[in-house]
C-alpha cells in the first residue's frame, strides 16, 4: 500500500490525495480505500473472505493486527482457501461514515517476516520506522537493519538538503516513537541494497542480518 510520504507526494505534485487500494497477483483487489474516510479501506466482502489470524492461524479480535489471509469466492479454476498473505493489518471496529455497509480493514503495516522484535516483546514494523522518517523531504528512502536486541542501524538515501541539524531531528522524532531505550546509528549511504529476490525490503531483522 501506498506510504504517507509517497500520497504527500503525488497530492504535492498533481494536487489531489490518491487514493489506494489493496490487491496482489494472486487474488486480485481485497480492499480499496474510502475517498469519504481516507485510511479505512472497504473489504470487497462480496466476492471475498479475508481474515486476520494470529501466528497459529487463529482469529484475533476487530482492531488486533495479525496476519491476512483470504479466501477468494470467484476463484473457481483454482480455489485458494485461507490463503496466507504475509501481510500484517487490522480489521476496524467499526463501520465507515460514507454508509456503504462492506467491513473496514486498516493500512496494511507490513510483512510478518520484516516485522523486528526488541527487548520487552516489543515488535516494530515498517510503519511504525516509517513515522520516524516521512516528515523529513531530505530523505529519499531508509532501511532498518536490526545489529542487536536492541540496536537498529538505518541506512539512508539523502538529498543534498540533508544538515547535521537534519540528523538531530531524525534522532529526536526517532527516539520520540521507539523510546530511549533503542539505540538507533544513522548511516548515510548512495544506494539502499534490494533483497536477494530484487525487491525492496524496509525492514531487515536480526536474523536475516546474521545470515546475510
Request: net charge neutral.
Amino acid at each position: 500500500t501506498t506510504s504517507e510520504r509517497c500520497r504527500r507526494l503525488v497530492q504535492e505534485a498533481f494536487g489531489v490525495r490518491p487514493l489506494d487500494v489493496y490487491a496482489t497477483m494472486e487474488t486480485g483487489p481485497l480492499a480499496w480505500e474510502c475517498p469519504e474516510s481516507p485510511g479505512d479501506y472497504h473489504l470487497n466482502d462480496d466476492v471475498q473472505l479475508l481474515e486476520i489470524v494470529d501466528d497459529r492461524g487463529r482469529r484475533v479480535p476487530d482492531g488486533e493486527t495479525g496476519e491476512v489471509v483470504i479466501t477468494p469466492l470467484t476463484a473457481l479454476a483454482h480455489p485458494l482457501f485461507r490463503y496466507r498473505l504475509g501481510d500484517l493489518a487490522a480489521r476496524r471496529t467499526y463501520r465507515c461514515r460514507c454508509g456503504r455497509g462492506l467491513a473496514l480493514m486498516g493500512q496494511v503495516e507490513g510483512r510478518i517476516t520484516e516485522i523486528i522484535r526488541i527487548g520487552g516483546g516489543r515488535a516494530l514494523n515498517s510503519a511504525l520506522l516509517g513515522a520516524c522518517f516521512s516528515d523529513y523531504k531530505e530523505i529519499r528512502r531508509w532501511q532498518a537493519h536490526q545489529t542487536g536486541p536492541d540496536t537498529l542501524r538505518i541506512l539512508l538515501m539523502t538529498t543534498p538538503a540533508w544538515t547535521e541539524q537534519t540528523r538531530d531531528a531524525v534522532l529526536a522524532t526517532t527516539r520520540g516513537l521507539l523510546g530511549d531505550g533503542l539505540r538507533v546509528d544513522l548511516v548515510r549511504v548512495e544506494e539502499v541494497p534490494l533483497a536477494p529476490n530484487g525487491k525492496f525490503q524496509t525492514m531487515v531483522p536480526l536474523a536475516q542480518e546474521t545470515a546475510g
